[in-house]
């Protein structure tokens, strides 16, 4: 989703970048119903990425590879292949070194997780992280390069709903809570189950869109588990609820959540509505610093949270920020890395010769 979003911004702002995308499993299209159109060419690194990208790469000849995690391995394929001749960006989600859980990516878990994790910080020419959180954790551990962007998951202006219909605290009711994202059952951060049904027993009207199907959830008393949909049609319901849920399952990867900054949050805000969250320190510090939700301290505090809250004034300031947290506000800055890495290194080849 985040390469999606990158090429989509992108389109818009930089037409001139060519973009090219080598994959592991399935193509955006595949994934979200879109994106394909947005690349010149697509190039499968099957089995054995190693050995394919070579013939990727001759094939492309791109000036710059921008590498997504998590695991660290393609990056690392890539630094090694290139051996500086092609910058390589890194762009991290999510540190293994953070977790406790696999990535779950449905490949194999690469053996050397942290050596690679290591390797693609400290190797590459450029760093992109969500937060600056994220950020610092790296830094604690590696020697970074010079150029760190925080470039956070925005959500696409394109795929924005106009104003919906009077919400059910607009009509004076109770404010209506909704979820929409991954959820699982293997206590991990997305194991959300004792969470919903806390906010349950407080009363609390909680709608869940999940990002595939979770069957499990279905049998939790007082929630509505809806269909899956697609993003675009997704964001179209979004408007008609009062709060959007970012509060995850902090008991095995809580160093993790300390650092994440995820779609949902964004997208939740750029779609008119305020977000409440629990003690996660990149969530709570972003929601207190813009003035746009509520961090929690336990999810049994929700009921009074919200019965105190200024919901009117939330809102109006999530209004008024909305077109900054979509990415064609802040693509330029992704545009701008291009530039610059490919600059660099095409001076030093200059150098050289």
Known sequence: MRALKYAAGLAQRAPEIELGFAYRGLTLSELYGTGDELFTGWWPLGDDPAAALPEILEDFAPDVIHSHNLPDELTVIALDETAGRIPVIHDVHDMQSLRRTAY????????DALALERRAAQESAALVTVSPELAEALAARYRLPRRVVTYANYALGRDLPL?????????????????????????????????????????????????????????????RVHETLPTAMLLQELPSYDFGWAGFNSTLNGPHLDTALPNKLYEYLACGLPVITLEHRALRRMLGEEGVGIALDRVEDLASALAAADVAALRERVAA??????????IDRIATLYREVADTVASQALARS
Do not use: C
């Open 104 to 111: 779950e990516d449905g490949f194999p878990e690469p053996p």
């Open 163 to 223: 104003p919906g219909p009077p919400r059910a605290h607009d009509r004076g009711g109770p404010p209506r809570i909704v979820y929409q994202g991954t959820l699982s059952i293997n206590g991990g951060h997305y194991d959300l189950r004792a969470l919903f049904s806390a906010i349950a027993a407080q009363g609390m009207s909680l709608d869940v869109y999940p990002a595939r199907d979770a069957p499990e959830y279905r049998s939790i008393e007082g929630i």
């Open 321 to 330: 920020a909305r077109e900054r947290y979509t990415v064609e506000h802040e």
